[in-house]
């Protein structure tokens, strides 16, 4: 539920230079060519729940989310933007790999070189989401910090929105309220000093730190993680052990 249409160009603008997305030789637009990135907020919980349930291509996998992401967001590409014959001859012919077809697929998880993007820049330029630099968080305008951004769809044979429709980055809100910002600021400093004690602290104790700095932002924030959401990304044993599950009665 957070899509946003962007020009490749201006997220190669202001990407270092590890996470620019190089155009393909055979792409009509080359730089300018269309670029979706995706993400979500809570909504995506009941669903991926659901999945994870009844489906035991989801539930089995050995990263359940991740897996259930790829295959829908795959499924809407191929159906929005099929392949023509030509295009699906030629990749036949030459066993073409998805990163050299009509569309190439970039995930947020992917860190290797050549598959690496640095999403939370390319929400602030595309105008889905301020990057605080301070806390490291991506803040939307409506569901706050709570928002993932899974993906990013190359179109290189279409082009992207024009340079006069570039949006405005969202303002910063712990701009403007300065008791957030010190909320915000006493969270990460708090979380960052779990590592620098001497022997660290518990896993529990860290992840919840860091939870805290989200919360921070806005605390009872409306559109905040399910509880079982907010165990599954933070909590390593919940979302790789029998745990997993757990989020099938998500609220």
């Known amino acids: 539920d957070v899509v946003a249409p962007l020009r490749m160009q201006w997220y190669n603008d202001i ?7 190089a155009p393909v030789g055979g792409g009509k637009f080359g730089p300018n060519a269309l670029v979706i990135l995706i993400g979500n907020s809570r909504e995506l919980w009941p669903r991926f729940c659901a999945a994870h349930a009844f489906d035991p291509s989801i539930g089995d996998a050995k990263d359940p989310l991740d897996t259930y992401i790829a295959r829908e967001i795959e499924a809407a590409v191929e159906q929005c933007c099929p392949p023509d014959d030509a295009d699906a001859a030629a990749a036949a012919a030459t066993a073409a790999t998805a990163s050299s077809g ?5 995930y947020s998880h992917e860190t290797k070189p050549g598959r690496l993007v640095a999403v939370q820049r390319m929400a602030h330029v595309a105008g889905v989401a301020h990057l605080d630099e301070r806390c490291h968080l991506s803040i939307h305008p409506k569901f706050g910090p709570w928002l993932a951004l899974r993906a990013v769809v190359v179109l290189d044979n279409v082009e992207g929105p024009p340079d006069a429709a570039k949006p405005s980055p969202p303002g910063n809100p712990l701009a403007a309220d300065n008791r957030a910002r010190d909320r915000v600021d006493t969270a990460f400093e708090h979380a960052l000093a779990g590592y620098e004690r001497k022997g660290g602290v518990d896993e529990e104790t860290q992840w919840r730190r860091w939870v805290d700095v989200r919360d921070a932002v806005q605390p009872g924030h409306k559109h905040r993680y399910h509880n079982d959401q907010v165990l599954y990304h933070y909590n390593a044993t919940t979302r790789t052990g029998a745990g997993a599950g757990a989020g099938a009665g998500a609220r």
């Open 15 to 21: 990407a270092p230079e590890s996470a620019k997305i």
């Open 102 to 106: 009509p569309h190439r697929v970039f």
